[in-house]
């Protein structure tokens, strides 16, 4: 085992450098096992590769120079080059959508389509790629008619001059009575603020929490883990994938996160944090 490693041809390096790091294993570790004196050689022969090192992402992604494709994609790169992938292949030609879909890991065009859309791509049919939405290669102008004046991006609203006739009538109230009118209009929103009052301080207590944080929250929950198969659409499959590789963080987590806060919203608010006080 140990030899069949160290005679790795280099694109099999880089895939079992980046698959380990996937599964969560020591840079050092992967280094020593390819026989490389520490990780620091490892870098070097990455950044041959076109490789670097992503602190935030725990893993080498591709080089924005390097666009070459010499590398086969891998089920563990990053959403950015698979997003860079299809745009190039589009651009490249001689291929159509149902190939390349396939190329990258969709079972068809139409689950590539909604895969871009969701990283904020459209279709163009003009340049017969994908690009960033919002943005086209024949932008005109706004429409200027004679209410609106045009200043770079910023509009000034000419407003019409209205005409009081006769026939106009003007209803005036003290300035009691309007106040009294607006009290009474939010009573229903104050007596149901009220009444949830409990609920409402601990939802803004922990949106609170994990916005001075700036991270995702984590949770101890006690007990012994099993193995529990769960049928999804390969699409919601594919996006814990993405978002896995890209935040750095165990899909096992993503799941607990995502239990733990169904529960505390729908119902089991109670059973849930009798769980995590243990």
């Not at 590769?49 to 591709?62: A, E, K």
């Not at 089920?75 to 879909?101: P, Q, Y």
Request: hydrophobic fraction near 35%.
């Amino acid at each position: 085992m140990q030899q069949a490693l160290l005679d790795m041809s280099q694109d099999e390096k880089v895939k079992h450098i980046l698959q380990g790091l996937q599964s969560k294993r020591q840079r050092n570790d992967i280094a020593l096992e390819l026989g490389y004196k520490n990780y620091r050689t490892m870098d070097i022969f990455m950044r041959r590769q076109g490789y670097s090192w992503d602190r935030l992402g725990g893993t080498y992604v591709l080089t924005s120079s390097r666009n070459s494709g010499r590398y086969a994609r891998t089920e563990d790169a990053t959403t950015l080059d698979k997003v860079r992938e299809v745009l190039a292949l589009f651009a490249k030609g001689g291929m159509d959508a149902k190939e390349i879909a396939n190329r990258v890991g969709f079972e068809s065009h139409r689950d590539l389509a909604v895969y871009m859309k969701s990283k904020g791509y459209t279709w163009d049919s003009q340049v017969a790629n994908y690009i960033m939405e919002g943005k086209s290669n024949d932008e005109e102008p706004p429409e200027v008619n004679d209410n609106v004046i045009a200043i770079g991006k910023r509009q000034d609203v000419k407003e019409p001059e209205e005409k009081l006739t006769e026939s106009s009538q003007v209803v005036t109230a003290s300035p009691c009575e309007l106040e009294d009118a607006t009290i009474q209009s939010y009573l229903p929103l104050l007596q149901f603020l009220k009444s949830n009052e409990v609920a409402l301080k601990g939802l803004l207590a922990r949106v609170a929490e994990q916005l001075s944080t700036g991270s995702l929250p984590r949770y101890s929950i006690p007990g012994v883990f099993v193995t529990k198969s769960v049928h999804m659409s390969n699409q919601l499959d594919q996006m814990v994938r993405d978002y896995s590789a890209e935040k750095n963080i165990a899909q096992r987590d993503i799941f607990e996160i995502a239990l733990v806060e169904f529960f505390k919203r729908y119902g089991y608010e109670r059973e849930i944090e009798t769980i995590l006080k243990k």
